[in-house]
């Protein structure tokens, strides 16, 4: 089983819709959450933080479940813009050796 | 303020040729530095991290190394480049904290192509 897991995507959604990611972990002692957007040929750029009792910026909310060891990004209202990977990150922290896991990420193409 | 700087931008080698990609921190001390590769369309792959001067752990064994040879200095080596080391490397920092809690920050890339 891979340490991150994504949905595999593309998603392909009309501007306006509300589109939602999920992401699982294996490592249960995983310390810190994030979700990251990568732009076509960039690198990637944090998008916000995971926190355990949710989290919410502007149109994104982002959600943690330890219990299932999972995370989600909601996205409402998509834009154009929106079109981007978003990339699930997970810090295993010291029992991981201090790694940083990417997920393969998720494709979304938003069109007018 | 903390800035990662990774160089070349672009590079193109012939099969077979060495590798040496940079990566430099400033405005920080003691982080812990990562190596990834994304193949075209595909997700990143931790390829070496450090934790400190010296310290690297590989995840992946292949013909690349790494080395830090100071604090703030990441070196992504290679004797002799395989055409299937092509690919888009990134350098990243995270702060070295005890609750790990910290987000990693990337470089601009470096765009490898192996002809």
């Known amino acids: 089983r891979k340490e991150v897991e994504q949905d595999p995507g593309p998603f392909n959604v009309p501007e306006g819709a509300t589109v939602a990611f999920n992401c699982t972990y294996s490592n249960s002692a995983s310390q810190s959450f994030f979700w990251y957007r990568q732009d076509c040929r960039k690198e990637p750029k944090l998008l916000m933080s995971v926190y355990s009792s949710g989290n919410e910026d502007g149109r994104f909310t982002a959600q943690l479940n330890r219990a299932s060891q999972y995370i989600s990004l909601l996205i409402r209202d998509s834009k154009l813009s929106d079109s981007a990977t978003y990339l699930c990150v997970v810090n295993p922290g010291h029992t991981g050796g201090f790694k940083t896991i990417f997920g393969a990420g998720t494709r979304l193409f938003v069109k007018a | 303020s903390q800035t990662i700087h990774q160089w070349p931008a672009t590079l193109v080698q012939p099969v077979g040729s060495p590798l040496s990609l940079e990566c430099t921190v400033e405005?920080?001390?003691?982080?812990?530095l990562y190596w990834y590769r994304q193949a075209a369309g595909r997700g990143l792959q931790l390829l070496f991290y450090?934790?400190?001067?010296?310290?690297i752990s590989s995840e992946v064994p292949q013909n690349l190394s790494a080395s830090r040879p100071q604090d703030r200095q990441f070196i992504l080596s290679s004797k002799k480049l395989l055409l299937s080391d092509s690919g888009f490397y990134l350098c990243a920092w995270r702060f070295r904290r005890y609750l790990e809690n910290t987000e990693a920050f990337f470089g601009q890339g470096t765009r490898l192509t192996v002809v």
């Open positions: 450090s934790v400190g001067i010296g310290q």
């Open positions: 405005g920080t001390s003691n982080p812990n």
